[in-house]
């Protein structure tokens, strides 16, 4: 993944590139309200119920980390390939593979897809890229530069979480197909999100209407926890998100279902501009979401943080504890058809103001109004960020 803007960050870069985010998202995708089961669960009732081993999660970054560099074409990632194939067809997935070239690399996604016995309401995307990058260009000694990144952060702490789910999945009564994407070529030299983008490149028109939501694991298993609101994605998943994580007692200034006071783990209104698997699917109007923590290690300026792209992304910076926190999150949005049932309304800007600390995507509102309206506002948007331009080009010597 690449990184955007963050509100931390200030300055003329900054600004071209929250301008650029914000005018994307206006024209992409609109405002989203839900309808369906969800409403009417009782999330609490089914915390209870919640099986997700963050520990078994967690040996399986180490064993990931252990088969090597999982580069595109290399034997390390079809032996990766193998073992998950072996493992989710013993569990009755259905397991595909499909391959493609970019940029003279050899990618191969991976898919593995439980259907319910009944008539499928739909299908929803889970994924995780599984290569991990071959360079670490961030590293801080130059000479560990052109090594390959260990990658149990940025990489294998998503696909553990596919993986440890992928055993509930089957017995959730799910009235709807779920697909496990493993994604190839996410990260590599300055080239990103490869796979996803061939993969989108090849949906149908019919396959795009028929899936709910796509859900993206990046960088989900930092010692130090904070998931933060990734820009862009859908607001209604944001909002079921940050709900389910109350619920769970990952939420600041909250309380859990058992009345404890929540952990700041899920800080929404920390909003971080990122290129990621999940901005393909979300050009082509599937709700989609980010899961991701943006701050591994210490603080570094325009990085994610001091061990992202170092030698240093090794499983010991990795949790079961926070491997299980969010693997329970996304079990819980399963059991309660939190990814599911989301429909267009209408069209209104999204993120139409500057990232601040204090703003906050929690609730998603319903918006009264008209696709002329939704225009209105967008012109009065250019309109207004142009004169921020103008204003600050003309400030700066």
Aim: proline share 4%.
């Amino acid at each position: 993944m690449h990184r955007g803007v963050s509100p931390r960050f200030t300055g003329r870069t900054a600004l071209f590139t929250c301008i650029t985010i914000m005018l994307a998202t206006t024209m992409v995708q609109g405002t989203l309200t839900t309808t369906g089961p969800y409403q009417e669960m009782d999330r609490c009732a089914v915390a209870e119920t919640l099986q997700f081993d963050g520990q078994a999660a967690n040996a399986s970054v180490q064993w990931q980390v252990d088969l090597g560099p999982r580069l595109p074409g290399s034997e390390v990632s079809a032996n990766f390939r193998q073992a998950v194939t072996e493992n989710l067809t013993a569990l009755d997935y259905e397991v595909s593979t499909r391959e493609h070239q970019r940029y003279d690399m050899n990618l191969t996604n991976l898919f593995a897809k439980w259907s319910p016995n009944g008539t499928s309401s739909g299908l929803l995307v889970l994924s995780a890229h599984y290569d991990s990058r071959n360079i670490a260009d961030q590293d801080a000694n130059e000479s560990n530069r052109s090594q390959p990144v260990p990658g149990a952060n940025d990489a294998a702490s998503g696909v553990a979480i596919l993986l440890e789910l992928a055993k509930y999945i089957p017995s959730m009564g799910l009235d709807h197909d779920v697909i496990l994407f493993f994604n190839d070529a996410e990260d590599q030299d300055q080239q990103y999100t490869l796979g996803a983008e061939a993969w989108a490149e090849n949906l149908t028109e019919e396959e795009v209407d028929s899936i709910h939501a796509f859900v993206l694991l990046d960088m989900v298993g930092d010692a130090d926890l904070q998931l933060h609101n990734i820009l862009p994605g859908n607001d209604t998943l944001k909002s079921r998100v940050v709900d389910l994580a109350g619920d769970l007692g990952m939420v600041n200034g909250t309380v859990d279902c058992s009345g404890a006071a929540g952990e700041d783990i899920v800080q929404y209104d920390t909003l971080v501009g990122v290129l990621d698997d999940h901005v393909h699917p979300h050009e082509l109007g599937i709700p989609s979401i980010d899961i991701m923590d943006t701050s591994y290690g210490e603080p570094k300026p325009y990085t994610f943080g001091s061990y992202w792209h170092t030698m240093e992304d090794t499983p010991d910076k990795v949790s079961a504890e926070s491997l299980g926190a969010v693997g329970r999150l996304v079990e819980l949005g399963l059991r309660t058809s939190a990814f599911v049932d989301i429909t267009e309304e209408i069209d209104t800007p999204e993120n139409t103001t500057e990232p601040s600390e204090s703003s906050n995507n929690t609730k998603s509102e319903e918006v009264e109004g008209s696709k002329t309206l939704a225009t209105l506002a967008a012109v009065g948007l250019f309109s207004v960020l142009a004169l921020i331009l103008v204003v600050e080009w003309k400030g700066k010597p």
